[in-house]
């Protein structure tokens, strides 16, 4: 098994949950991109939705879609090929958390179907996280795994 580096901000429980539970070759769609994104890269494919400028092609082999905010998130404009892809996994883990990820759920709303399969939310015991962990608990999906360690983060079906 292929671990993530030291230094790696991929949280060591959730790429082993991953390695365990997905095939290789599965489409990753990633809502934030950083160091981890090279880890999952090495296993999956995976395609990063960005905001920020300089963590555009961090990892060579992730596909990038550059997404500046827009009133409070990714610009909806260059999210409009998401639902075109089927997706193994959603991990949701940007916009930073002072920008706000809950911006994410009028976006979901509109497009159920990008969300139709797991979906990791990262940090879901703070607030921002913690609300889009609630909207997708409402639409009918169910914890399956629970990560509340030093880096918390949840796998809903």
């Keep these: 098994m292929i ?4 230094g790696i901000a991929l949280d060591i429980t959730l790429w082993k949950w ?12 990633e809502f934030g991109s950083g160091r981890g994104t090279t880890a999952l890269t090495t ?9 920020d400028e300089k963590w ?3 990892a060579p082999d992730s596909e990038y879609i550059h997404a500046p905010v827009v009133a409070n ?51 879901h015991t703070l607030k921002g996280p913690q609300q889009i962990l609630k909207y ?11 990560n509340a360690g030093s880096h918390p983060w949840v796998v809903l079906k």
């Design 73 to 123: 998130w990714y610009d909806h404009r260059k999210l409009q090929d998401l639902n075109r892809q089927e997706w193994d996994l959603i991990l949701i883990d940007g916009p930073t958390l002072a920008i706000g990820r809950e911006n994410l759920i009028p976006w979901a709303k509109k497009h159920p179907e990008v969300f139709s399969t797991l979906v990791v939310v990262d940090d």
């Design 56 to 58: 555009v092609g961090v």
């Design 43 to 51: 296993r999956w494919q995976v395609t990063s939705v960005e905001h």
């Design 18 to 29: 991953l390695c365990e539970n997905l095939a290789e070759a599965a489409c990753i769609l």
């Design 136 to 146: 997708f608990l409402q639409q009918g999906k169910q914890v399956i795994y629970e």
């Design 3 to 6: 671990l993530p580096q030291d």
